[in-house]
Protein backbone atom coordinates (compact mmCIF):
# COMPACT_ATOMS: atom_id res chain seq x y z
CA UNK A 1 0.00 0.00 0.00
CA UNK A 2 2.76 2.65 1.17
CA UNK A 3 4.25 1.72 -2.42
CA UNK A 4 1.21 2.30 -4.19
CA UNK A 5 1.25 5.95 -2.68
CA UNK A 6 4.54 6.61 -2.87
CA UNK A 7 4.69 6.12 -7.30
CA UNK A 8 1.10 7.99 -6.88
CA UNK A 9 2.91 10.60 -5.37
CA UNK A 10 5.63 10.99 -7.72
CA UNK A 11 3.04 10.48 -10.41
CA UNK A 12 1.57 13.71 -8.80
CA UNK A 13 4.91 15.93 -8.71
CA UNK A 14 6.09 14.71 -12.65
CA UNK A 15 2.77 16.34 -13.94
CA UNK A 16 3.55 19.29 -11.55
CA UNK A 17 7.02 19.85 -12.73
CA UNK A 18 5.79 19.09 -16.56
CA UNK A 19 3.15 21.74 -16.19
CA UNK A 20 6.02 24.06 -14.32
CA UNK A 21 8.53 23.50 -17.20
CA UNK A 22 5.93 23.86 -19.69
CA UNK A 23 4.36 27.37 -18.34
CA UNK A 24 8.11 28.90 -18.05
CA UNK A 25 9.87 27.17 -21.06
CA UNK A 26 11.32 29.93 -23.07
CA UNK A 27 9.90 28.99 -26.61
CA UNK A 28 11.98 32.20 -28.46
CA UNK A 29 13.98 31.10 -31.21
CA UNK A 30 17.44 32.00 -32.15
CA UNK A 31 17.52 34.16 -35.55
CA UNK A 32 20.24 33.25 -37.65
CA UNK A 33 21.18 35.89 -40.53
CA UNK A 34 20.43 33.30 -43.14
CA UNK A 35 16.97 33.20 -42.58
CA UNK A 36 16.62 37.40 -42.39
CA UNK A 37 15.30 39.01 -45.79
CA UNK A 38 19.34 40.09 -46.36
CA UNK A 39 22.16 38.68 -44.70
CA UNK A 40 24.53 41.52 -45.31
CA UNK A 41 22.46 43.47 -43.00
CA UNK A 42 22.65 40.90 -40.37
CA UNK A 43 25.95 39.64 -40.45
CA UNK A 44 27.20 40.85 -37.94
CA UNK A 45 24.88 41.01 -35.30
CA UNK A 46 21.07 40.00 -35.80
CA UNK A 47 20.42 40.25 -31.88
CA UNK A 48 19.08 43.38 -32.33
CA UNK A 49 16.57 42.19 -34.41
CA UNK A 50 15.68 39.27 -31.86
CA UNK A 51 14.90 42.01 -29.36
CA UNK A 52 12.49 43.68 -31.16
CA UNK A 53 10.46 40.80 -32.65
CA UNK A 54 10.92 37.92 -30.10
CA UNK A 55 10.94 35.56 -32.47
CA UNK A 56 8.59 32.63 -30.63
CA UNK A 57 6.19 32.64 -33.23
CA UNK A 58 6.34 31.75 -36.87
CA UNK A 59 9.08 34.32 -38.40
CA UNK A 60 9.42 35.39 -41.90
CA UNK A 61 11.06 38.11 -43.90
CA UNK A 62 11.09 39.61 -47.18
CA UNK A 63 13.44 41.76 -49.03
CA UNK A 64 12.65 43.83 -52.12
CA UNK A 65 15.34 46.11 -54.44
CA UNK A 66 14.02 47.92 -57.25
CA UNK A 67 16.48 50.30 -58.63
CA UNK A 68 17.50 52.01 -62.33
CA UNK A 69 19.60 54.76 -63.13
CA UNK A 70 18.61 57.09 -61.15
CA UNK A 71 16.55 55.83 -58.04
CA UNK A 72 16.70 52.67 -55.74
CA UNK A 73 14.43 51.54 -53.13
CA UNK A 74 15.49 48.43 -50.81
CA UNK A 75 13.19 47.64 -48.57
CA UNK A 76 13.50 44.91 -45.95
CA UNK A 77 10.53 43.45 -43.87
CA UNK A 78 10.82 41.35 -41.13
CA UNK A 79 8.01 39.91 -38.51
CA UNK A 80 6.32 37.39 -36.40
CA UNK A 81 2.72 36.78 -35.64
CA UNK A 82 2.62 39.53 -33.10
CA UNK A 83 5.47 41.87 -34.12
CA UNK A 84 7.38 43.11 -36.74
CA UNK A 85 10.53 45.84 -38.04
CA UNK A 86 10.07 47.16 -41.47
CA UNK A 87 13.20 49.29 -42.98
CA UNK A 88 14.03 51.12 -46.19
CA UNK A 89 17.07 52.83 -47.23
CA UNK A 90 16.04 55.04 -50.44
CA UNK A 91 18.03 57.19 -52.82
CA UNK A 92 16.42 60.91 -53.27
CA UNK A 93 17.17 64.45 -54.62
CA UNK A 94 16.69 67.22 -52.23
CA UNK A 95 17.88 68.85 -49.22
CA UNK A 96 18.01 68.04 -45.41
CA UNK A 97 15.31 70.59 -44.19
CA UNK A 98 12.89 68.17 -47.29
CA UNK A 99 13.81 65.11 -45.09
CA UNK A 100 13.35 66.04 -41.74
CA UNK A 101 9.97 67.54 -43.05
CA UNK A 102 9.48 64.30 -44.15
CA UNK A 103 9.73 62.58 -41.00
CA UNK A 104 6.54 63.65 -39.69
CA UNK A 105 8.14 63.35 -36.30
CA UNK A 106 4.98 64.43 -33.86
CA UNK A 107 5.68 67.86 -31.57
CA UNK A 108 7.30 66.94 -28.12
CA UNK A 109 8.27 63.57 -29.59
CA UNK A 110 11.55 61.82 -26.96
CA UNK A 111 13.88 62.31 -29.42
CA UNK A 112 17.61 61.13 -29.53
CA UNK A 113 20.52 61.51 -32.02
CA UNK A 114 23.03 59.14 -32.85
CA UNK A 115 26.42 59.20 -34.91
CA UNK A 116 25.41 57.74 -38.49
CA UNK A 117 25.86 59.28 -42.07
CA UNK A 118 25.09 63.58 -42.18
CA UNK A 119 22.12 63.16 -39.37
CA UNK A 120 20.55 60.48 -37.63
CA UNK A 121 17.67 60.61 -35.26
CA UNK A 122 15.32 57.95 -33.44
CA UNK A 123 11.92 58.38 -31.56
CA UNK A 124 8.56 56.91 -30.62
CA UNK A 125 9.89 53.15 -31.94
CA UNK A 126 11.49 54.78 -34.92
CA UNK A 127 14.59 55.63 -36.42
CA UNK A 128 16.23 57.81 -39.69
CA UNK A 129 19.20 58.50 -41.21
CA UNK A 130 20.22 60.90 -43.83
CA UNK A 131 23.38 61.38 -45.78
CA UNK A 132 24.70 63.06 -48.52
CA UNK A 133 25.16 60.59 -51.38
CA UNK A 134 28.85 61.16 -52.42
CA UNK A 135 29.85 58.44 -55.07
CA UNK A 136 33.23 57.03 -55.35
CA UNK A 137 32.84 56.20 -59.10
CA UNK A 138 30.55 58.02 -61.77
CA UNK A 139 27.83 55.90 -62.93
CA UNK A 140 28.13 53.81 -60.31
CA UNK A 141 25.24 55.34 -57.52
CA UNK A 142 21.96 55.49 -59.62
CA UNK A 143 22.12 59.92 -58.95
CA UNK A 144 21.73 60.42 -62.71
CA UNK A 145 19.82 63.22 -62.89
CA UNK A 146 20.32 64.42 -59.41
CA UNK A 147 21.13 67.41 -58.49
CA UNK A 148 21.49 66.87 -54.68
CA UNK A 149 21.68 63.16 -54.19
CA UNK A 150 20.92 61.64 -50.81
CA UNK A 151 20.39 57.88 -48.52
CA UNK A 152 17.08 58.27 -46.61
CA UNK A 153 16.90 55.30 -44.25
CA UNK A 154 14.18 54.56 -41.94
CA UNK A 155 13.42 51.56 -39.51
CA UNK A 156 10.14 51.63 -38.09
CA UNK A 157 9.04 48.62 -35.42
CA UNK A 158 5.26 47.76 -34.86
CA UNK A 159 3.39 45.24 -33.21
CA UNK A 160 4.50 43.79 -29.82
CA UNK A 161 7.75 45.12 -30.80
CA UNK A 162 6.36 48.53 -30.24
CA UNK A 163 5.20 48.18 -26.76
CA UNK A 164 8.26 49.27 -24.77
CA UNK A 165 9.92 52.71 -24.87
CA UNK A 166 13.61 52.29 -23.32
CA UNK A 167 17.42 52.39 -24.09
CA UNK A 168 17.28 49.39 -25.40
CA UNK A 169 14.60 49.66 -27.69
CA UNK A 170 16.44 52.97 -29.37
CA UNK A 171 19.58 51.47 -29.42
CA UNK A 172 18.65 49.07 -31.12
CA UNK A 173 16.70 50.53 -33.63
CA UNK A 174 19.61 53.17 -34.47
CA UNK A 175 21.93 49.55 -34.51
CA UNK A 176 19.37 48.41 -37.33
CA UNK A 177 19.05 52.06 -38.99
CA UNK A 178 23.49 51.85 -39.33
CA UNK A 179 23.34 48.63 -40.70
CA UNK A 180 20.70 49.61 -43.46
CA UNK A 181 22.56 52.23 -43.98
CA UNK A 182 25.93 50.70 -44.70
CA UNK A 183 24.34 47.85 -46.80
CA UNK A 184 22.70 51.01 -48.89
CA UNK A 185 25.74 52.58 -49.36
CA UNK A 186 27.11 49.62 -50.77
CA UNK A 187 24.59 48.97 -53.40
CA UNK A 188 24.79 52.67 -54.51
CA UNK A 189 28.61 53.55 -55.03
CA UNK A 190 27.49 56.70 -52.28
CA UNK A 191 30.78 55.15 -50.26
CA UNK A 192 32.22 57.38 -47.62
CA UNK A 193 34.68 56.51 -44.35
CA UNK A 194 32.13 54.41 -42.92
CA UNK A 195 32.97 50.66 -41.46
CA UNK A 196 29.92 48.66 -40.77
CA UNK A 197 28.86 48.56 -37.31
CA UNK A 198 29.40 45.71 -34.77
CA UNK A 199 27.83 47.51 -32.27
CA UNK A 200 24.93 50.21 -31.88
CA UNK A 201 26.17 53.74 -32.57
CA UNK A 202 26.73 56.15 -29.86
CA UNK A 203 23.86 58.15 -28.89
CA UNK A 204 23.48 62.01 -27.75
CA UNK A 205 20.26 63.79 -26.73
Not at 18 to 28: G, I, K, N, Q, Y
Not at 79 to 105: N, P, Y
Not at 125 to 140: D, I, T
Request: net charge negative.
Amino acid sequence: MLVIMSAGALAVVGVGLSVWATAFRDDTKELRASETCNEGVFSANVEPLERLVSPDSPFASDWSRKASDSSLLLTCVNATDHAFVKMTAELKDGSIDEWRSQLKRPDGADTFYFDVGTEAVVWNRQAAVYAECKPHSVGSSHTAGMDSPYLSVLVRAGGSAAEEKNSTQRQDLAHLASRMFFEAQLQTGCQQDFVAPSGPPRMTK
